[in-house]
Nanobody, 115 residues
Framework: QVQLVESGGGLVQPGGSLRLSCAAS????????MAWYRQTPEKQRELVAF???????NYKDSVKGRFTISRDNAKNTMTLQMNSLKPEDTAVHYC?????????WGQGTQVAVSS
């Protein structure tokens, strides 16, 4: 069993930055691929970025060059540094962990980009 808790969301102006964190507990964090997803009422939940157990990363095209995903296995945390934010980045952002045994989700944190 894995418990995930997101933090760091909020309201920011276009062009601003936010740093999301996901704190994990309950299992061996380093054995999980970690990812950030986001969802709005109008769209299905979509993958934003993920980082593998080896540290390889992948990003949704629209966030490449603006967002950076990272993990600290010693602290059981994953972060998403979001720069140059745009109104279309507004969404509830969710943390997900997964491996061959299953997947777990956090409760989500709201990101709102507006002037």
């Amino acid at each position: 069993q894995v418990q995930l808790v997101e933090s760091g969301g909020g309201l920011v102006q276009p062009g601003g930055s936010l740093r999301l964190s996901c704190a994990a507990s309950g299992s061996i964090f380093s054995s999980y691929t970690m990812a950030w997803y986001r969802q709005t009422p109008e769209k299905q939940r979509e993958l934003v970025a993920f980082i593998t157990t080896y540290g390889s990363t992948n990003y949704k095209d629209s966030v490449k060059g603006r967002f950076t995903i990272s993990r600290d296995n010693a602290k059981n945390t994953m972060t998403l540094q979001m720069n140059s934010l745009k109104p279309e980045d507004t969404a509830v952002h969710y943390c997900r962990s997964s491996n061959s045994r299953g997947e777990y989700w956090g409760q989500g944190t709201q990101v709102a980009v507006s002037s």
